[in-house]
Nanobody, 135 residues
Framework: QVQLVESGGGLVQAGGSLRLSCAASGLTFSSYAMAWFRQAPGKERDVVAH????????YYADSVKGRITISRDNAKNTVYLQMNSLKPEDTAVYYC????????????????????????????WGKGTLVTVSS
């Protein structure tokens, strides 16, 4: 079965960095766009970043632009989230998610309109990793 396993979360001071990883198994990883979402206590889940199946296009939420980088290694079936200059408001459980990209869509330009900020339509989810940023 499909598994997405996040790792790399933890406690970090404001201004610090963390690198999250999401290892995928049970699916053809290179056929899936990948995304990171986060959910802070008492808040809705929100998209953080998205990367297309081939890594050619990335998207970032305004709140993290310039501080966070999403990348993927299709040979390792892994997607990463490099987080720098962390702020207390980045504290949340971070989830990775996979979204199958049909062959017919792989060479069409990706549009942000295709991405639901709450993650509706994503095919698979990991269980999450907690990131806590202390002030």
């Amino acid at each position: 079965q499909v598994q997405l396993v996040e790792s790399g979360g933890g406690l970090v001071q404001a201004g610090g960095s963390l690198r999250l990883s999401c290892a995928a198994s049970g699916l053809t990883f290179s056929s899936y766009a990948m995304a990171w979402f986060r959910q802070a206590p008492g808040k809705e889940r929100d998209v953080v970043a998205h990367i297309t199946w081939d890594g050619s296009t990335t998207y970032y939420a305004d709140s993290v632009k310039g501080r966070i980088t999403i990348s993927r290694d299709n040979a390792k079936n892994t997607v990463y989230l490099q987080m720098n200059s962390l702020k207390p408001e980045d504290t949340a459980v971070y989830y990775c998610a996979a979204d199958y990209t049909p062959l017919s869509e792989r060479w069409s330009p990706w549009s942000q309109e295709l991405l639901d900020p709450r993650g509706a339509g994503m095919d698979y989810w990991g269980k999450g990793t907690l990131v806590t940023v202390s002030s």
